[in-house]
């Protein structure tokens, strides 16, 4: 006979089974994902394109999310519209965000975190995320020095996660110092 115990322990890991099975068969759907870091922040020295893709990275694998991830940023040579490409993207939760890469007209608040929950900024999750781009994806010129600098005499484009989409901010909110800590939006690379 099973102790109480025991039986609270099966049952808690066959729901995280099924939970982990779930994310696995959306991940082969070949649906393109986009997420907010939320529970962790960096400030503007990100380690340029290739340290904030690592962040983004290693955010998707501490979530247990399958595929390459790469940083929503735009730098003086990059836009964050030619990184994303033209795809369609979902959240984790399954609703669509970008319809065709056009990161101007978004379809819902990008506010769904890696390990699929939702951004909430009342326990702690940041909902401002640097981005260096304009709401259609463009470059701003305003990334912390093609994101290797933390100093506040340089500054970088942060949008909002979780405001009205009427709004209009998700992407370009207003600049802001180097020395600030914000999140980052991260997608998976586009299925080939």
Request: include cysteine.
């Amino acid at each position: 006979m099973l102790k109480k115990s025991s039986l609270l322990f099966y049952a808690a890991f066959l729901g995280m089974a099924l939970v982990s099975c779930s994310k696995d068969q959306e991940q082969s759907s070949g649906k393109n994902y986009i997420f907010v870091t939320g529970t962790s922040s960096f400030n503007g020295d990100l380690g340029g394109v290739t340290g904030a893709d690592s962040k983004c990275q290693a955010a998707a694998v501490a979530a247990g999310l399958s595929g390459t991830y790469r940083a929503l940023i735009s730098t003086s040579t990059t836009t964050a519209s030619s990184r994303l490409g033209n795809g369609d993207f979902y959240l984790l939760n399954g609703v669509k965000v970008i319809s065709g890469g056009d990161l101007s007209n978004p379809l819902a608040k990008i506010d769904v975190l890696a390990n699929g929950s939702t951004l909430n900024v009342n326990i702690g999750h940041e909902d401002d995320v640097w981005t260096g781009s304009t709401n259609a994806g463009a470059s701003t010129g305003a990334n912390c020095n093609n994101w290797s600098s933390s100093l506040s005499s340089d500054s970088g484009t942060r949008g909002d996660s979780d405001d009205a989409l009427g709004d209009a901010v998700f992407i370009q909110k207003s600049n802001e110092t180097c020395d600030n800590t914000f999140s980052l939006y991260c997608f998976s690379e586009q299925p080939l």
